[in-house]
């Protein structure tokens, strides 16, 4: 079975710094797609980054970046340039790639500080 | 805007009751995805229908159930209500026509159901 565990339940940083949030996952497959998802105070789940396992090179959409180490079987998603807006749960997710069920872990709260 | 809708926003209903919740998918996706947010559970995926078919089912109780419809909209029913069903329910889609159903799945703004 895939489990995915975010280590860190809570975290603050000050706006305009770079944070780190950590992942790790458990899984036997080859071929898997990996997810940082966002929820704000809103509580709409928003899409910030995907990573195919096939691909080495390591995703980036503007300030998020992901760390990808498919041996270690980790996925970190780092922030630069923190804004308040970055205030969020986020999730990291878990999908194989035969079929379509998306594992989530429990998600760190990141609070974003003027 | 995901272009995932979903009504009602918010539900209140006794335990016991039967509701239904509505999703409507983004233009041209083919798969539905259902999940449960609760505090203790966290995220949980319950079901996917993929061009109106059942495709995969995780942790959904009997008292569930869903369909996905020829114009490709879902619908999740909750029977026998109980406390414990108090979540949030997030619909997402996936699967431009003609594309893989592995796709980015993009999640509608929630119904939160409160049962009481």
């Known amino acids: 079975a895939q489990t995915v565990t975010q280590s860190q339940p809570e975290m603050s940083v000050q706006e305009a710094e770079t944070v780190t949030l950590s992942c790790t996952y458990d899984?036997?497959?080859?071929?898997?797609?990996l997810f940082w998802y966002k929820q704000p105070p809103s509580r709409q789940m928003i899409l910030v980054i995907r990573?195919?396992?096939?691909?080495?090179q390591n995703a980036t959409e503007n300030r998020f970046s992901v760390n990808f180490q498919k041996a270690a079987k980790s996925f970190s998603l780092k922030i630069s340039d923190s804004q308040l807006g970055d205030t969020a749960m986020y999730f990291c997710a878990f999908m194989r790639a035969r079929d379509d069920k998306i594992i989530f872990g429990k998600g760190t709260r990141l609070h974003i500080l003027p | 805007d995901s272009g995932v809708t979903q009504t009602p926003k918010h539900l209140i209903t006794a335990t016991g009751q039967r509701v239904t919740l509505r999703c409507s998918p983004r233009?041209?996706?083919?798969?539905v995805y259902w999940y449960q947010q609760s505090l203790d559970q966290g995220l949980q995926f319950l079901i996917q229908y993929y061009n109106g078919e059942e495709r995969a089912k995780g942790n959904i109780l009997e008292r569930f159930s869903a369909q996905q419809f020829p114009d490709l909209h879902s619908e999740l029913n909750l029977s026998s209500l109980e406390l414990g069903d108090s979540a949030l329910y997030f619909c997402?889609?996936?699967?431009?026509?003609?594309?893989?159903?592995?796709?980015?799945?993009?999640f509608g703004p929630g119904t939160r159901l409160t049962v009481l």
């Open positions: 990573q195919e396992a096939y691909k080495q």
């Open positions: 997402a889609s996936s699967g431009p026509t003609g594309g893989s159903p592995t796709d980015t799945q993009y």
């Open positions: 233009s041209g996706d083919l798969s």
């Open positions: 899984t036997s497959e080859n071929n898997y797609y």
